[in-house]
């Protein structure tokens, strides 16, 4: 009788660790809530990214937002901002006459990021300049980058410059796949300035997306996932992201992993399917 009962408690103890388990997330994911609740108003959907389990939040500029309305919800809700956008496509930091624009931004995003607990900011590159050569335009953002240098370090906040995708989402932009990413930061040499590592722009880009995170992942800063074709939630497309977040366990990456990506049918089924994926 003891054994029964005994053998009958542990069936309850792991039935009931299996359905916590299928309620969790695989990977430490951070929704970006711009394209998550969009027919919320923004405060309200880093709640329903809370509600939804998630435990890590990013988003887009910071300008136009109420930060004192995201830090009070993140704090009530216990999310952390993992990462937000400081300089966006215009004006590029690919021309030199937005350098100081781009350090007095750089120093007002360090001061918003520490409002929000928040460890790293997005830069991009900028579009293609009138009368530049993609070598001049990428040797503008080494410089750019090397004038914030000693801001971000002595700050402690990251900043992750994302290479974007021509074929698709951003033609006329100056800075495509991990290749020159990569010999951009290892240029600038800055434990604080290193890549915003987009899959869903790489698959486009370049594939093989094992084999170029092997080559540049010194260099990785923050991991964007989403599927190809659609930009939708993984398990949607061709992206087999199985076996891309096993071999970025294999790597050591341990940070938290955006979802850049618009469900493709409802949360409710995107959720889903991330917790089985």
């Known amino acids: 009788m003891l054994i029964t009962k005994t053998l009958c408690i542990a069936s309850i103890l792991f039935a009931v660790r299996s359905s916590e388990v299928a309620n969790t997330f695989p990977e430490k994911y951070a929704v970006n809530v711009e394209m998550w609740w969009r027919d919320l108003p923004f405060i309200e959907r880093i709640s329903a990214a809370s509600d939804a389990g998630f435990t890590h939040v990013e988003f887009w500029p910071w300008q136009g937002k109420d930060i004192n309305a995201i830090v009070k919800v993140c704090k009530e809700r216990d999310i952390e901002v993992a990462q937000f956008t400081a300089w966006g496509f215009v004006p590029g930091m690919n021309n030199p006459k937005n350098h100081d624009r781009f ?5 007002k995003s360090c001061e918003i990021a520490k409002q929000l607990n928040c460890k790293r900011m997005t830069v991009v ?16 953002i080494i410089d750019a980058l090397k004038l914030v240098k000693p801001i971000v370090e002595k700050e402690g906040i990251m900043l992750i410059l994302e290479p974007m995708n021509i074929r698709v989402d951003h033609k006329g932009h100056c800075l495509y796949g991990s ?16 890549i915003n590592w987009d899959l869903y722009h790489m698959q486009i880009s370049e594939g093989d997306l094992c084999g170029h995170l092997r080559e540049g992942f010194d260099q990785v ?21 199985p076996r891309v977040l096993r071999e970025l366990k294999i790597l050591g990456y341990k940070g938290p992993i955006g979802l850049e990506c618009s469900p493709a049918i409802d949360e409710k089924t995107a959720i889903s399917r991330l917790k089985a994926h």
């Open 103 to 107: 350090v007095d931004v750089i120093n």
């Open 125 to 140: 590159g900028g579009n293609n300049q009138p009368n530049m050569t993609q070598e001049e335009m990428h040797q503008n």
């Open 179 to 194: 290749e020159d990413a990569v010999r951009i930061c290892r240029e600038v040499d800055s434990p604080m300035i290193k």
């Open 221 to 241: 800063g923050y991991i964007q996932i989403a599927d190809h074709p659609g930009r939708n939630e993984p398990g949607t497309g061709e992206i087999y992201y």
